[in-house]
């Protein structure tokens, strides 16, 4: 089973341009989860997708930060216009709609954004 | 909002060491995460702690839920290479807006052969 996959792996662009991020959870999972680390500080939450629904999006920085998800499958994050603060490594995670203990979050790869 | 401390930021240690981090909140936590991320990786998850006072163990690694709810620690009991990676602690609070996790600042683990 594939896991959950990020595009593009690195992105470096000047500030005031746009980037998008895209993220593939791992199908059927019907949560997904955007996250952020900076300059090697903690793992932020940025927000959260049920299905195509933003459950959660108290993590988004500003309104520079667009994030979508379309049909409940992938989901796109844009930053737009990019500032020099925005760099940093966007994880995206996502787990399965139940109940339980935990719901595991499976971690993608990441993407390395460097705004110059 | 809620923040956790983690320490130490890095270790440098040497092969069949033992390793000891630890986490600490001011929040309580429902439940405890170790991750571990390798290079070029996103985070994996090691232990999962779901009780407070819980002790758990995953081979050569034990984690255990404080008491208190407010802090967590993790054990690697004789190192290898493979070991080397960053690690994170992260707490969760089941509720009905989601399953966020608050991370720590993560521990750079790196191990000398």
């Known amino acids: 089973e594939a896991g959950v996959t990020q595009f593009p792996s690195h992105s470096v662009i000047e500030k005031g341009q746009t980037v998008t991020l895209r993220c593939d959870p791992i199908?059927?999972?019907?949560?997904l989860y955007w996250y952020r680390r900076v300059m090697g500080k903690e793992i932020k939450f940025l927000l959260h997708?049920?299905?195509?629904?933003?459950?959660?999006e108290s993590g988004m920085p500003n309104n520079r930060f667009l994030a979508e998800r379309t049909g409940g499958t992938y989901s796109t994050l844009k930053v737009q216009p990019a500032e020099l603060e925005d760099s940093g490594v966007y994880f995206c995670?996502?787990?399965?709609?139940?109940?339980?203990?935990?719901?595991?979050?499976?971690f993608g790869p990441g993407t390395r954004l460097t705004v110059l | 909002g809620q923040q956790l401390n983690q320490s130490p930021q890095s270790m440098f240690i040497q092969e069949g060491e033992d390793v000891s981090m630890n986490c600490t909140s001011s929040?309580?936590?429902?439940?405890w995460l170790w991750y571990k991320q390798d290079p070029g990786e996103g985070p994996v998850l090691l232990i999962a702690?779901?009780?407070?006072?819980e002790l758990t163990s995953n081979g050569r690694l034990t984690a255990q839920f404080g008491i208190t709810r407010k802090d967590s620690f993790l054990n690697i009991s004789a190192s290898i290479p493979s070991d080397v990676g960053i690690y994170f602690c992260?707490?969760?609070?089941?509720?009905?807006?989601?399953?966020?996790?608050?991370f720590g600042g993560g521990t750079r683990l790196m191990v000398k052969p």
């Open positions: 929040s309580i936590f429902n439940t």
């Open positions: 199908s059927g999972h019907d949560n």
């Open positions: 995670a996502s787990s399965p709609l139940r109940g339980g203990l935990y719901n595991e979050q499976f």
């Open positions: 992260a707490g969760q609070i089941p509720n009905n807006a989601g399953n966020m996790l608050t």
């Open positions: 702690l779901y009780k407070a006072g």
């Open positions: 997708f049920v299905k195509e629904s933003k459950q959660d």
